[in-house]
C-alpha cells in the first residue's frame, strides 16, 4: 500500500516531488479528503498502452474505404484505407479532448464510463500518426 504525501508538502516540495515522480515512480497525494496520484508521461503509457482500438474496414461500392470502431460509435469515410484511419484517428482525438474538456459529464456517464482508459491512452500521445497507431483491424479485416 502506497503512503500518501501531505499537498501542503507536495506544494513546499515542488520540484523535489516532481523529481520524485520521474525518478522513483507515481506519488500520492492527500488533500482533506482527495486522494489523486501524479504519474510521468512513461508511467501513463505502461499504465494505458495497452488500451487500443479494434477498427473494422470495408470497401464500400464507390471503391471508398469506410473505417469504424463499433465500441466507440465512430465512423470514417476516405479514398482509401490511410485517408479512413487517419480521419478516424482525428475523430478519436476530437473525442478525447471533448472528454476531457467535459470529464464529469463524460466520466459519470455509465455508457461513457469505460472509454476512459481509451482516452487516456489516446490523450497520452503525441500526434495523429500515433493515434492511428493505436488502431488496429481484426484478422484481417483491414
Known sequence: MQAFQNATDVRKHWGQFNDDIVRKGPQFVKRNRD???ALSKEQLHAAF???RFDAKMLTEDDGSITASIRDFGMVA???TEEKALTELAEYLIDYAEAYQEEFELYYKSPNRRDHFPYIMNV???DDTEDVKALISCRHGER
Do not use: M, P
Request: proline share 0%; no cysteine; glycine share 16%.
Open 123 to 125: 490523450l497520452i500521445q
Open 49 to 51: 498502452g495497452h488500451f
Open 77 to 79: 469515410n476516405g479514398d
Open 35 to 37: 486522494e489523486w496520484a
